[in-house]
């Protein structure tokens, strides 16, 4: 039997359906019931038979940081893809990524372990792979990850989500991770993740960078999970990205297939600095959310070119091209604006 974790997620989610049409028997957990109604919007996209595919899967209401719920959810089973995570780049919220980032996985690692579970499969990001000096080099699988560097609090939690399943490969689980770049896919058009970028450009994003980050399609993801689990490859990593394109040109392609306008004015070095000043200055008068830290608008300014060889050479794999999938998701996200009109 398989197991999802972050069954209610973008991946999760999206990993379910293609289960599903091969496999009968698949556990996946939830925290918040409302979400699960999220999972059969993603279904709908593929099949107008989503409401029988829904019901195929067990759920389990657990947290991945609770492992009396966790035991329960691992019962009689064999193979487990760890989709669940906490992602944010606000610094307050540090603690709050080790608890789910690092102890969920080490939670997961050690149920694993000691339910000799078959195989692993992580879902981490291309935030844990180290940068070059010279922006214009291609950034590998073993590439350098500075420990000590300016790194986000979320990349931290991920690489150390990272050595957790690095420690139940030493202790006999066979794992695989996946290091996604930014994942744009249906579904979850509200939320403050990379399924919130197309909302968020629709509703109009006035300022643009040139720095440059990489892209992937979620079913390309998912394709690619489910194609190293049913391999023999193990105890590897693999960057999982289909082009690397500058943030204009993701905001360009995305607002011309949505019809609105693009962004228009290039938020400078001296722009963002005052941009994540205020925003800290917000966080501390309101107690709001941030929305801007120091962390991202260094990200944003940054170069980072992925290379996805590894994976295409493994398995022969062929990503779809993001024009391709912008292209698409600008077309769900307007229809089921529609929908909600």
Excluded at 129 to 148: A, K, R, S
Excluded at 151 to 159: F, G, L, Q, R
Excluded at 205 to 231: I, K, Q, W
């Amino acid at each position: 039997m398989i197991l999802v974790t972050g069954g209610t997620g973008l991946v999760g989610s999206h990993l379910l359906y293609k289960l599903l049409k091969t496999n009968d028997k698949v556990k996946a957990i939830y925290r918040r019931e409302h979400k699960l109604e999220l999972v059969k919007k993603v279904f709908a996209y593929y099949t107008t038979d989503y409401e029988s595919l829904y019901q195929k899967i067990e759920w389990i209401n657990a947290d991945i940081t609770d492992v009396p719920a966790l035991q329960i959810a691992f019962k009689d089973i064999d193979y487990v893809y760890h989709c669940a995570a906490f992602v944010s780049f606000e610094p307050d919220k540090y603690h709050q990524l080790r608890k789910i980032n690092i102890e969920g996985t080490a939670n997961v690692v050690n149920l694993c372990i000691s339910h000799q579970v078959k195989k692993l499969c992580y879902v981490s990001s291309i935030a844990t792979i180290g940068h070059h000096q010279n922006p214009q080099q291609l950034i590998t699988e073993d590439t350098y990850w500075n420990q000590d560097g300016d790194n986000s609090v979320y990349a931290i939690t991920k690489y150390g989500a990272e050595i957790e399943v690095w420690r139940g490969t030493q202790e006999g689980v066979d794992a695989v991770i996946l290091n996604p770049g930014i994942i744009i896919g249906p579904g979850l058009w509200h939320s403050g993740g990379s399924s919130g970028l197309i909302k968020k450009i629709y509703k109009g994003m006035p300022y643009y960078t040139h720095g440059v980050t990489a892209y992937v399609d979620v079913d390309d993801v998912v394709r690619a999970m489910v194609s190293l689990m049913e391999s023999t490859i193990k105890n590897e990593r693999f960057i999982v990205i289909s082009e690397n394109l500058s943030f204009k040109e993701f905001q360009d392609q995305t607002a011309s297939a949505l019809g609105v306008k693009p962004a228009s004015k290039e938020a400078t070095p001296l722009i963002l600095g005052i941009g994540w000043r205020l925003d800290w200055l917000s966080r501390l008068f309101t107690g709001k959310r941030r929305r801007l830290s120091k962390q991202m608008t260094k990200s944003a300014r940054s170069i980072t070119k992925y290379d996805a060889s590894k994976l295409k050479n493994t398995l022969g794999f062929e990503f779809k091209p993001m024009q391709v999938s912008i292209e698409e998701n600008c077309q769900l996200f307007l229809e089921d604006l529609k929908k909600e009109s």
